[in-house]
């Protein structure tokens, strides 16, 4: 974890997970193959996130889901996982690990921060604890997770940089 | 008179003076004044010139809605035509007037006055016609350098941040109804923002003494306890300073707060703050805006509207004049006049355009009983003076004309509830024949106004119309009784322009003050033929300035209406767009501007990139090596040369990772890739690669990449950098909506994989040298095949492709270990020469073997078959998306544009990119007929490996003009170059470099 900024009751750092991108139907055979190989059950509705001390578990759409790991596995773990998935003709498991960034943002002015960057309605009765939610950030293409007491947002590695400058500029002006 | 300070003033800090200077005067103030309060508080009644005519103006309102009173603020940045009554002043400012030269006072532009004859109604569009040679260097050069009004800032870095909101409710304006609505919302489920204009709340209540207690409080201790429990609570937030601009569709406001109302700006923080809010209910409790009359001279300095006048005693205490003349149409001068009465003073006259029964006997009574001049069914003619109001011309008993000294007249034409918004949100009014005026009818969105916005003037009934209105909101019950200073029974006569008795070509009657067009403008145009009030407009431009006619557009209808013998419903009201009042364009932008104007990709090799000298092109998002420079004085022509020589004789290296990447997977993929991709890929064995072509349902080639294919259950495809969003998104859909019953998923992974493309004849050493444990022998690992094997406890695939025609291999290998390997490449390759390239080397590569560029060769009208590419082309597929198109008959024709290589004749000339193909030696100059046109250069680089210029042209028929002398046009005269047509193989046609 790598402090970003702290600053006017907002705190960012950048985190290093490992990511696996899920698609499928949903249905009992496919929770069933994932289940088996890491025992969570994937979130049935749309958006929702399940989370334990390992896994950060979001169904982005009606077919994908994303698995994060919040405790980073040795890298032939997380390739083996996709090999067994994959060996499975209906669920394509594609490999994000090292190809986003994690930045968790907390602290009470967050969401008024965030919304510097973006349109997206933060307030609880519209964007639940444990919901996700695909949108623009500082106009790039994001994931949002909201943990209760602070968002988990992630991004293309490409635009690190860009989104880094971003955030620390609006935390600064 | 001078003017007097209202000691009894309600928002002026009187205890905090402040310097600033306008034209260079140091003048004082204080604290909260705004610069128009703070000057009348100096007797400085000359702010301005007029836009057109140079006129002497001074300061008409006490509002957003100023025509007049527009100055530039040095010490912002030159911020121009700020509007002085509402600009705060503070410590320091310093204030221009604008428009003017050599000064405010004696100003050479005036002399457009005495010239104003000449400039009557569609002055521009009449005028400037001929003769034809003045246009560019006599009326242009004169227009740019009148046009507008200040000058532009300078050097100035805006920091402009937009901030975004998410709530139940907006209520846009805190005056009276604002804060009623407000309180009934306090701790409500609803998150409520409150917009206010101001730096404090209070709207009319602060601006008047028309409402006089509220639940018997004082307003100002009502205000107080509001503002303080709307702070307390849990879900209203208070925005000051902020004016809303803008009502889009789905109720989406834009405000603009000003974050240094009233304080010097400092250059590190944000000056202002745009927010866009998003809405489920809009309240718009936005009050109302005076409108005036028009007479001879309305526009003297001295001349206001007659509640600016009553703001500036209450809200910023100071008595413009003790003795003005109020001239009105209305009801709503009473509380002005008592004001002046209780300060003490009163005016020299009290002229009411109304019949007496209707002025009523409790004002006559007033007026009688505190000897002030008074004059019903009477008219101001005109007024007279030298840079001021001297002399005010009153007729009454309908001809008979008196003169009456003053230096001030209050004017009051009606009341405008302030639809701006409204109809801006879609909302449909209705003419209302008693108030005279437009107001609120049917709403588009979810918008419910409250207050004067609505056309209720009757602030004893605004508790009774908030309770009905907002009634389904289910808001808190709260006791309201309003105690008003004034008549309930708001009563009006129509007066849009009074009756001129001297006629002179420099007295004018304004409707537009801000674009200085007149009442006889608009008759002319009517003359004219422009009978509809959006020509009349334009061709007047009446209520085109920035102003948008706040206080003039619906005279300019009743004005109209007359001529034309028409009811005003019947001539329509023109369209308020947004902005409602200007913003800067630094506003709109934000911090969307200079190193942040769009998003940048970078690869995880960039900072490798910076080291060795890169200069990078912008593809798309990303960041890509252009060329890299050996030493500082290389330019890109030695440093391409040199690059691609290199490769040629050793090896390069590029960085491909910005190369679209997609994983495609199910049990039906191989059908999914068949449907999507020209090629056949039903007989293609495991672990082999091939070049790939999609395109459009009108058969035009949309993108290129190489396929893998791991089994006929799992692909991966490349695309081109730029086009990896827009296949994704195309294969989603095809999946989504035409071919829902195939079984496939597909996943981007353009960045789960950094791509290194390294070729050249040592290219095989090298990675030999890298990858110990892989066999590159060409039995082994033959030509578009690929492997996939462990590196450092990773995953890596090389293939054996090539986009040089070079042997070549494509890397693809997790981000976190492309940096090391990409130096581990060069640790190796140092031995070979091997050389790092970029964008430009690798086109040129790549047309030295004949490949083609999407985007470059193809521009949406390229088939395959146009490029020769018919070998691509699944002929026994069943379908393939395109291919229908392929076979009409103006895709099949022989004569299309075809693909052909192009070599000068001259070996030594170079053709340039984008050039026509001709068959004429030389253009006749100047051209008068058509030259028939062949075709274009679509790329052209000098070959060193070839040592002359090569290039590759879409020409009309190009397959049968192999070895046709041909000419390429150029820019730098009528002569063409005389060139061969070839074909676009240049190097090693038979591709032994490529399978070596």
């Known amino acids: ?173 | 008179m001078s003017a007097l300070d209202n000691k009894k003033s309600s928002y002026i800090k009187k205890n905090k003076k402040v310097s600033f200077t306008f034209d260079g005067k140091k003048y004082y103030g204080y604290k909260g004044d705004t610069i128009a309060s703070a000057l009348l508080r100096n007797n400085v009644r000359l702010i301005a010139r007029s836009f057109k005519y140079h006129r002497p103006r001074g300061i008409y309102t006490c509002g957003i809605e100023e025509p007049n009173a527009i100055v530039q603020i040095l010490n912002e940045h030159n911020e121009p035509n700020a509007r002085a009554t509402v600009k705060q002043i503070y410590e320091g400012m310093k204030v221009d007037s604008q428009n003017r030269w050599p000064s405010l006072n004696l100003d050479i532009g005036s002399i457009n006055n005495l010239l104003s004859p000449m400039f009557s109604a569609g002055f521009y569009y009449k005028t400037f016609m001929g003769p034809k040679g003045f246009w560019k260097k006599i009326y242009e050069p004169i227009i740019r350098r009148t046009a507008g009004l200040g000058k532009p800032p300078k050097e100035f870095r805006s920091k402009s941040i937009h901030q975004n909101h998410n709530v139940d409710i907006v209520i846009v304006g805190a005056g009276l109804s604002g804060l009623i609505a407000a309180r009934k919302l306090i701790d409500t489920e609803y998150d409520v923002l409150l917009l206010e204009q101001d730096s404090f709340l209070g709207g009319v209540l602060k601006n008047s003494n028309k409402v006089e207690q509220i639940n018997n409080q004082e307003v100002n201790k009502w205000i107080k306890e509001t503002e303080r429990l709307i702070k307390i609570s849990t879900n209203i937030k208070i925005l000051k300073n902020s004016l809303v601009t803008s009502y889009n569709f789905t109720n989406h406001l834009i405000a603009l707060e000003d974050k240094f109302a009233g304080k010097a700006i400092d250059t590190s923080k944000s000056e202002l703050t745009l927010h866009k809010i998003r809405t489920t209910h809009t309240i718009l409790a936005n009050g109302h805006i005076e409108r005036f009359i028009s007479f001879r001279n309305n526009d003297l300095p001295g001349v206001m509207l007659a509640s600016s006048f009553e703001k500036y005693i209450h809200r910023y205490g100071v008595i413009p004049e003790t003795n003005p003349v109020i001239f009105t149409n209305n009801s709503t001068t009473v509380t002005l006049l008592k004001s002046l009465v209780d300060l003490g003073h009163k005016p020299v006259a009290y002229v009411d355009a109304r019949d007496k029964n209707k002025i009523g006997k409790k004002l006559l009574t007033y007026l009688k009983k505190n000897n002030i001049p008074f004059y019903f069914n009477a008219e101001i003619e005109g007024c007279d003076g030298n840079k001021k109001v001297e002399t005010i011309s009153i007729r009454k008993n309908k001809n008979k004309i008196i003169k009456v000294k003053s230096s001030m007249l209050c004017v009051s034409g009606g009341i405008n509830p302030d639809i701006h918004l409204f109809t801006q949100s879609k909302g449909l009014v209705k003419w209302d024949d008693k108030l005279i005026t437009f107001k609120p009818d049917v709403p588009f969105q979810n918008t419910i106004t409250i207050g004067s916005v609505s056309g209720n003037y009757n602030y004893e009934k605004t508790h009774d119309e908030i309770n009905n209105k907002l009634s389904f909101l289910k808001p808190k019950n709260i006791e309201m009784k309003i105690k008003i200073n004034d008549t309930n029974n708001f009563n009006i006569k129509e007066l849009w322009e009074t009756r001129h008795e001297k006629k002179s070509n420099w007295s004018k009657s304004f409707i537009d003050l801000h674009n200085d067009v007149t009442t006889k403008d608009l008759k002319q145009a009517v003359v004219e033929g422009f009978d509809r009030i959006e020509h009349l407009k334009r061709f007047t431009t009446n209520s085109m300035g920035t102003d948008q006619g706040k206080i003039s557009s619906i005279n300019s209808l009743g004005i109209v209406s007359k001529i034309l013998k028409k009811e005003i419903s019947e001539v329509g009201t023109t369209t308020y767009r947004p902005p409602y009042a200007p913003l800067s364009f630094s506003a709109i932008a934000g911090r969307n501007t200079y190193e942040f104007y769009d998003p940048q990709r970078k690869t995880p090799i960039h900072n490798w990139h910076i080291n060795n000298k890169a200069i990078f092109e912008d593809v798309g998002q990303w960041k890509r090596p252009w060329y890299f420079k050996e030493h500082d004085s290389e330019t890109m022509h030695q440093a391409v040369q040199r690059e691609s020589k290199q490769t040629r004789q050793t090896a390069g290296i590029l960085d491909g990772s910005t190369l679209g990447k997609i994983e495609i997977k199910g049990k039906d993929a191989l059908e999914f890739m068949n449907l999507m991709y020209t090629n056949p890929f039903t007989k293609m064995k495991p672990m082999t690669s091939r070049y790939a072509l999609m395109l459009g349902e009108d058969g035009m080639i949309k993108d290129d990449g190489i396929v893998c294919k791991f089994n006929d259950k799992h692909f991966i495809a490349t695309t081109t950098s730029g086009g990896a969003p827009k296949v994704l998104a195309d294969m989603e859909e095809y999946l989504q909506t035409e071919w829902p019953h195939l079984q496939v998923y597909v996943n981007s992974i353009t960045e789960q994989f950094t791509t290194f493309n390294i070729s050249g004849p040592k290219s095989r050493d090298i990675m030999s040298k890298v990858f110990t444990e892989v066999d590159f022998s060409n039995e082994n690992f033959p030509f578009m095949t690929f492997k996939v094997f462990n590196y450092k406890g990773t995953e890596a695939r090389i293939m054996r492709a090539s986009f040089t025609g070079e042997l070549g291999y494509e890397i693809y290998i997790t981000p976190n270990h492309g940096l090391e390997l990409w130096k581990r490449i060069f640790h190796h390759g140092n031995v070979f020469d091997l050389v790092p390239y970029g964008t430009e080397t690798m086109h040129l590569l790549r047309a030295e073997k004949g490949y083609v560029v999407i985007g470059q060769e193809t521009d949406g009208t390229v088939t395959p078959i146009d490029l020769n590419f018919n070998w691509m082309i699944g002929k026994k597929k069943k379908d393939f998306i395109g291919k229908r198109s392929l076979t009409r008959s103006d895709t099949a024709r022989e004569d299309r544009k075809q693909l052909v290589g192009i070599v000068p004749l001259d070996k030594s000339e170079f053709i340039e990119e984008g050039q026509h193909v001709v068959e004429r030696e030389r253009l006749p100059n100047p051209i008068k007929t058509p030259v028939e046109y062949l075709g274009h250069v679509s790329s052209s680089y000098h070959s060193p490996n070839l040592n002359h210029c090569i290039a590759m042209a879409m020409i009309k028929g190009g397959n049968k003009l192999m070895g046709k002398k041909l000419f390429i046009s150029s820019s730098y005269g009528t002569k063409n170059i005389a060139v061969e047509v070839v074909s676009p193989v240049f190097i090693d046609p038979e591709n032994k470099r490529l399978t070596s």
């Open chain 1, 1 to 173: 974890m790598t402090k970003l900024l702290s600053s006017r009751d907002i705190d960012i750092s950048q985190r290093n997970f490992q990511q696996i991108i899920i698609r499928g139907d949903g249905k009992d055979r496919f929770n069933q193959i994932i289940n088996k190989e890491i025992s969570i059950i994937p979130p049935s509705k749309n958006l929702e996130v399940t989370k334990d001390d390992r896994f950060m578990f979001a169904k982005n759409s009606f077919d994908q889901w994303s698995l994060i790991y919040l405790v980073e596995r040795d890298y032939k773990e997380i390739l083996k996982f996709i090999s067994n998935i994959n060996s499975n003709d209906e669920i394509l498991a594609s490999d994000y690990s090292y190809g986003q960034v994690y930045f968790e943002i907390s602290g009470k002015n967050r969401n008024e921060f965030l919304n510097k960057l973006t349109h997206f309605d933060l307030r609880l009765k519209k964007f639940p604890v444990f919901s996700m939610a695909q949108t623009l950030i500082a106009k790039i293409d994001c994931s949002i997770y909201h943990l209760k007491d602070r968002y988990i947002v992630t991004c293309n590695r490409s635009f690190e940089d860009y989104f880094k400058e971003r955030l620390k500029d609006t935390a600064n002006i």
